[in-house]
Structures are given as structure tokens and as C-alpha cells.
């Protein structure tokens, strides 16, 4: 895994528990969570932010 992924994943990871926590899904709230957080750092990687 890219080392450069884990910082975006944990904080995927909090915010989908907090999220789920919410919204009474937590499983989903970290899938949804962890794949913007990626998606988001991803992107801004390739923008060159």
C-alpha cells in the first residue's frame, strides 16, 4: 500500500465512525469515509495541489 494513503485513510476511518455513529450505520459510514478521503487525496495528488 502506498505509505502516502495511510494518513487519508485513518482520518476516512474517523470520520466514517463518526458518520455511522450519526447516521446509526458505522460499517458504512468508514466505507464512505475512507473512499472520499482517498478519492479527495488522490486527486489533489494528480492536480499537483
Do not use: E
Request: proline letters at 2%; hydrophobic letters at 55%; zero cysteines.
Amino acid at each position: 500500500m502506498d505509505k502516502d494513503l495511510a494518513f487519508p485513510i485513518a482520518i476516512g476511518i474517523a470520520l466514517g465512525v463518526g458518520l455511522g455513529a450519526v447516521y446509526g450505520n458505522v460499517a458504512l459510514g468508514i466505507v464512505v469515509g475512507v473512499l472520499a478521503s482517498v478519492a479527495y487525496t488522490l486527486w489533489r495528488r494528480r492536480t499537483g495541489r
